[in-house]
């Protein structure tokens, strides 16, 4: 009777017109198609800015939508001078370093801590306790990286809370800002963004292993199989989908090092260790007033990005058959 049904549901859905169908869904239609807009004027629109990168010396009283930026941009050929020039530069190498160094990093240690922390969250039998540790690990992603960063630039100082606790218990012999050596720069993003993100990063793994079949977990559990066990055999295995699509988009955001992060961190004494591609693309433009230079950089980290997640996307394919695309 079911399929008798499905049949005559889907006859009467071929025989309707697209015009009919668009008014029966037209509501639906609505919210998709203010999507869409929104994503073809925030995200597709302002690409037409990236002939900027292809001129040599663009200025901002030049209007982009206009006969005379088009001229101009033809006048230069659509030159990639701007491309050579940033591969050239002697702080190339050095961004390169930090931005890959940081972001392979927080790539090792931020991405599976919250698998991890969602696990062993799962594990927890007492739902007071649980929702206590979720709203004290969620709290600080709602925080802005302006008030962390103030936060951690006086935890950090020499009269600091950091030193306090470290003097205090004689690990140090004498305090230190350490924000002023660069040596410790990589090490306090990495951790700072793992303070910040690991109760938020959390929540998709939870959602994925709430939708578990725990009928798995009773047959496990009626074969003897221990919680290890069944955490190794049944929860990583089934939220294995999941793992894997936020590695590709991980992966292809290693050039993103978190503008916002670093730059409340960043000072010209840890330059050093902190100068990644976002902040030379800041202070290109905003500093030296170099906009199409800043947006070929911008531009490169695109096309990198892109690559990056084609690749892993690729590799995820063929090797567990997952992928985005």
Known sequence: MEKNTDVIQAT?????TVWQRLKDERWLQVMAW??????????????????????????ITTPLFSWEFLKS???????????????????F????????????????????????????????????????????????????????????????DENGLVNQILVGIGLMQKPLSYLAYPKFFWAIVVISDLWKELGWSAIIYLAAISGIDQQMYEAAEIDGA????????????????????MFILAVGG???SNF?????????????????????????????????????????????????LFIANQFTKKVNKTSLF
């Open 12 to 16: 009467v859905l071929k025989q309707k």
């Open 34 to 59: 203010a999507g869409l807009i929104w994503m073809l004027v925030f995200n597709y629109a302002p690409m037409y800015g990236l002939l900027i990168a292809f001129k040599k010396n663009y200025r």
């Open 73 to 91: 941009a033809w006048a230069d050929n659509f030159g990639l001078q701007h491309f050579i020039n940033f591969f050239k530069d002697e702080e």
């Open 93 to 156: 190498t050095n961004i390169m370093v930090n931005t890959l160094g940081i972001s392979l990093l927080k790539l090792l240690i931020c991405f599976p801590l919250p698998i991890a922390f969602a696990i062993l969250l799962n594990e927890v039998r007492s739902e007071r306790f649980k929702k206590n540790i979720q709203t004290i690990s969620y709290l600080p992603h709602f925080l802005s990286w302006v008030v962390l960063g103030g936060i951690l630039t006086s935890w950090l």
């Open 226 to 245: 221990s919680r290890l066990r069944q955490i190794f055999s049944i929860t990583l295995p089934s939220i294995k989908g999941t793992i894997i699509i």
């Open 254 to 256: 290693l050039l993103n």
């Open 260 to 308: 916002d992060q670093i730059f409340v961190l960043w000072n010209p004494l840890n330059s050093e260790r902190s100068n990644v591609i976002d902040i030379y693309t800041y202070t290109t433009a905003m500093r030296s007033m170099r906009y199409s230079y800043a947006s070929a950089i911008g531009l490169f980290k695109s096309v990198v990005a892109f690559i990056l």
